[in-house]
T-cell receptor, first 116, second 111 residues
Framework: GAVVSQHPSWVICKSGTSVKIECRSLDFQATTMFWYRQFPKQSLMLMATSNEGSKATYEQGVEKDKFLINHASLTLSTLTVTSAHPEDSSFYIC????????????FGPGTRLTVL | DAKTTQPPSMDCAEGRAANLPCNHSTISGNEYVYWYRQIHSQGPQYIIHGLKNNETNEMASLIITEDRKSSTLILPHATLRDTAVYYCIVRGGGSNYKLTFGKGTLLTVNP
């Protein structure tokens, strides 16, 4: 199967700082990527759809100014959590939709964010 | 996208087949049934998907009823490493490729 990586795998930061998370499709092109958030013992919640070369589409209730998404190439999307607070602590997961077959969506290993 | 209903948890003995049910009674004609699983603290892993016909791959089999209102994921010989949360997702057709995750089924494979 195709590989999606995330970096970093975990990060601890102070309240008020910004954190950038990278999502890369390693062996395929992905015009569309997705960002999810998962709180402990809960399911994945879709935050936004990231499209290469255009603005991201955010789900209802997700603050676009707080969660900045940039999809600058066909293999890289970034999520920046701006002015992070403890309530932003969560498991952030990205997925990539393979351009050659829109039925195939592959997930990254996730990034654990802890805001102190 | 159609909503899915899964039992919250199931147990299975190692080496036996695990049959995970999913109800999706409001599924429409162009919607696919997808199965993913998530092992603790990891990203979801794709298992299988189907539209109408039964499907089989190296991981599992997917049985979809003729009326498409329910499906069953079959892991033919469950191992301890198959312990995970299994998500049944109905994904819309057309250009909507979003996956909406429900609560899934926690499958525990016991030795």
């Amino acid at each position: 199967g195709a590989v999606v990586s995330q970096h970093p795998s975990w990060v601890i930061c102070k309240s008020g700082t910004s954190v950038k998370i990278e999502c890369r499709s390693l062996d395929f092109q992905a015009t569309t990527m997705f960002w999810y958030r998962q709180f402990p013992k809960q399911s994945l919640m879709l935050m936004a759809t990231s499209n290469e070369g255009s603005k991201a589409t955010y789900e209802q209730g997700v603050e676009k100014d707080k969660f900045l998404i940039n999809h600058a190439s066909l293999t890289l999307s970034t999520l920046t959590v701006t002015s992070a607070h403890p309530e932003d602590s969560s498991f952030y997961i990205c997925s990539a939709l393979r351009d050659s077959s829109y039925n195939e969506q592959f997930f990254g290993p996730g990034t654990r964010l802890t805001v102190l | 996208d159609a909503k899915t209903t899964q039992p919250p948890s199931m147990d299975c003995a190692e080496g036996r087949a695990a049959n995970l049910p999913c109800n999706h009674s409001t599924i429409s004609g162009n919607e696919y049934v997808y199965w993913y699983r998530q092992i603790h603290s990891q990203g979801p892993q794709y298992i299988i998907h189907g539209l109408k016909n039964n499907e089989t791959n190296e991981m599992a089999s997917l049985i979809i009823t003729e009326d498409r209102k329910s499906s069953t994921l079959i892991l033919p010989h469950a191992t301890l490493r198959d312990t995970a949360v299994y998500y049944c997702i109905v994904r819309g057709g057309g250009s909507n490729y979003k996956l909406t995750f429900g609560k899934g089924t926690l499958l525990t494979v016991n030795p």
